[in-house]
């Protein structure tokens, strides 16, 4: 591959960036090469076992709980080993395995999970940009940064802490302000059907504005989790 030629799924080699020679890398030689070094080590990384775990438990801690079920974890793992890395092999087995349908919600939103559902919710879109890049960077997950390449953090520890929900909480009030007309308890009923619990309905029932009472549907333990 030319240097700076694009290649399959955007993936680009410079070969003027890299360093030639031999690698060993997790006790195995690879001869010197260019792309081809990195595909193949690449390759027999993911086809580790290290590799096939780390990655089962990620996305069973992403789509059902912090604390997955190591059952679901194991068949994500089998997944994984038995097809060779094939990502839609895992998602089938994710979808079939009857722990990712638990009818409790077990995952705190992220910010940019609870800003999407709080619009989808309402039926309303965001109506400049700015104002909704600034509320994510607010609420600690600006658009397109993530601070590595794992990606963003996943857990409700790293996104329920009591600044984190002050955030929330700011965000919620102005597109409470903005719905206003709106009946909270049907839409948080129609948001969230069954899981919409009754000392939730009562507070949003019971709230003193319609502009207060979406404020309270946005922030109920049930609409905050998914």
Not at 80 to 93: F, H, I, K, M, Q
Not at 134 to 156: C, K, N, R, Y
């Amino acid at each position: 591959m030319l240097a700076g030629e694009s290649g399959e799924n955007g993936f680009t080699f410079r070969a003027v960036v890299h360093e030639p020679g031999e690698r060993t890398v997790m006790g195995r030689r690879y001869p010197a090469g260019g792309a081809e070094q990195g595909r193949a080590i690449l390759k027999d990384l993911s086809n580790r076992p290290e590799t096939a775990r780390r990655l089962a438990r990620k996305i069973a801690v992403h789509f059902v709980a912090d604390e997955p079920p190591p059952a679901l974890v194991n068949a994500l793992e089998r997944a994984w080993t038995g097809s060779g890395g094939d990502l839609a092999v895992v998602a089938r087995a994710l979808i079939a395995a009857p722990e990712s349908w638990a009818p409790e919600a077990r995952k705190v939103k992220t910010p940019y999970e609870f800003v999407i559902s709080s619009h989808r919710a309402m039926g309303t879109r965001p109506q400049r940009v700015q104002p909704l890049q600034q509320a994510l960077v607010q609420m600690g997950q600006p658009a397109f940064a993530a601070p590595s390449p794992e990606g963003w953090p996943d857990t409700a520890a790293d996104w329920a802490g009591p600044d984190a929900l002050v955030k929330r909480l700011n965000w919620a009030k102005a597109a409470g302000d903005l719905a206003a007309e709106r009946d909270a308890v049907a839409v948080a009923q129609g948001a969230l059907g069954e899981r919409l619990g009754d000392r939730s309905r009562q507070f949003i029932a019971r709230a003193e504005s319609r502009a207060e009472a979406v404020t309270l549907f946005l922030m109920s333990p049930e609409f905050q989790r998914r």
